[in-house]
């Protein structure tokens, strides 16, 4: 198992390890859940049709280009199993499920490594250049990426796409924390031909614990993905929830004031915090280099006064220098920022 | 996708289909999720630990021998996909995801068939030849079976064991049924030096919607599937409710009860209805030959009266004679017997 955030989840900690929306259960999904429980006595749907439904009209796709997933890792690992490209091209630094994922299906991977000196900047004609060299079936990329909490809008992502297309591949994008940067996700208006998009409903409606993925991509590759997909991996409390909330307006409204209002806060904050850089974000955390700190110093610091971060060691190309912070709440970010210049 | 039952699962009908404790569920679940909301918005442990330690005290084997899994379905392709043996041999008629699971590893696949006409008696010297002719490296044996109900005891799952350890092959054994039986998983009594045994806890604590599973085996076989195993597989309800329900002695008292007076009745009302064989089961459902009429047929007629049953064309050997009938609540069975007896 891969290293990951969340570790002080059951405990009294503030837990900036995790990107996870922070203001917590809506009462609807509260009501749903309670009301689904008499449902976890029959097998849940094993296609997750009614979900697959909602979904669809959600983002007004159909759905025999939708495929459901037991959190979006699920889909990762089903894609690189179904798939099974020889070659794959992951941009990194980004989430490490990918690479175990195609490692384990035995593809062949090489990196396009972003430079943390140069800002993290996509250039365009590094990737051409990379691509026409490795001839890759698939390229990785997430966006908004984690954990740099950079994000190319739909003019790079256009060029992007259209390197991929030249060179017969395929692109896999992870579009998990899309929703916190204000923008569509890119299938809206790129078509699906050489295109997945990943969709996570975890970060953004806050329930880690139901496990609720889907990807949008064409029919072929649904089909050959749904030839390897296995039965049940949805549980009835998931399937149940989606069509409840998917797109639940009042609730978007107020996530995406919270999470404009206080990446501001944090970005201006944590921009003033000495020995520490922090990288733009249009996600719902910040990756900030320390200067002389590790990661897991500043951490049992941190932990004096409850809080943790994510030490990004983990990250190809980064080191114990890095680290992720969510976004939480005011009261939280405050703290956050005052302690951190107060250690630093 | 294969067939399974419970496809009437969410109407009013009674649905003889699914092999699931019809008693519903007990308070103890109920209170335990909604208890667990809030924790939705934190990751489940990655590795289900809380739920897995409560396995390993409760069946009285070290944690490092076990395995948790979204369903004990998740199991089975994980299994197939890590080890990914060149042979299997697979006893038929049986559950069908294990063909499958195994075809999508890559694996060669032939069958021992028990017989209908030979009441899927177990022969162990036709099994030994299957064994040295075929040398399979893993054999799949499913106990008691689904769809047939039989169970084979200790004394022949011995024999069976000894034949496995001469051909250096391996046994996964499907144990998901073995809390109807009244006797005790083999596991208890044979060391896990050549054998899987999956373990589920969807039939008998009626929790198909929340994916619970759990493996027993030796430490290598663990380290080899954890190598493969995908991370957050298993929802937050499903890891909070294993350490509150296994074992529960009031609960286990009532449903080993229900099913044997159940079992008896079912077995005594089906053995009388004409133009019906019923084969004795160890389990919670019956398998039924019909003499006339196909199982399609016989549906046709049961849906008048809001009922349904499996037809089992879709299991190796057996056609559209063939039914698997649950055993449900005593009213629901008397019921079924009645028509049963109207119908045929």
Chains 1, 2 share one sequence.
């Not at 499920?97 to 593809?107: N, P």
């Not at 430079?115 to 250049?129: A, C, I």
């Not at 996570?200 to 329930?207: D, F, G, L, P």
Request: charged share 25%.
């Amino acid at each position: 198992m891969n290293k990951h955030g969340g570790y002080y989840g059951n405990s009294d900690i503030i837990d900036y390890s995790v990107n996870i929306n922070p203001l917590g259960l809506t009462d609807n999904i509260r009501e749903t859940i309670i009301s689904s429980i008499d449902n976890i006595c029959k097998y849940p749907d094993i296609g997750g049709t009614s979900a697959k439904e909602a979904v669809a009209k959600h983002i007004n796709v159909g759905s025999n280009k939708i495929i459901m997933g037991n959190g979006a890792s699920e889909l990762i690992y089903l894609f690189a199993r179904a798939l099974k490209p020889k070659k794959v091209l992951i941009i990194e630094p980004t989430f490490n499920e990918y690479r175990r994922a195609f490692l384990l299906a035995g593809s062949e991977i090489d990196d396009y490594v972003l430079d943390s000196d140069d800002d993290f900047r996509f250039n365009e004609d590094m990737f051409s250049r990379k691509m026409e060299a490795f001839q890759p079936d698939v390229v990785i990329l997430c966006n908004p990426n984690n954990p740099t909490g950079k994000y190319l809008g739909l003019e790079m992502m256009s060029e992007i796409v259209d390197i991929v297309k030249r060179e017969n591949s395929f692109l896999f994008i992870d579009e998990s924390f899309v929703e916190f940067t204000g923008y569509e996700p890119i299938g809206n208006s790129i078509d699906y031909e050489h295109i997945f998009s990943l969709r996570s409903m975890t970060k953004y409606y806050a329930v880690p614990g139901l496990r609720i993925g889907y990807g949008v991509t064409n029919d072929k590759i649904i089909e050959k993905m749904e030839e390897y997909k296995e039965p049940w991996t949805m549980n009835t409390f998931a399937l149940d929830i989606v069509p409840k909330v998917i797109g639940d307006k009042s609730f978007c409204v107020k996530v995406n004031r919270w999470v404009k209002i206080e990446r501001e806060y944090m970005y201006e904050g944590l921009s003033n915090v000495r020995n520490l850089k922090v990288y733009k974000s249009y996600s719902n955390f910040f990756l900030c280099k320390l200067n002389y700190l590790s990661g897991n110093m500043l951490n049992l610091e941190l932990l004096k006064d409850n809080m943790y971060v994510r030490v990004c060691d983990d990250f190809k190309s980064l080191d114990e220098g890095f680290v992720r912070i969510g976004i939480k709440r005011h009261v939280d970010n405050e703290k956050m920022v005052s302690i951190l210049n107060k250690i630093l």
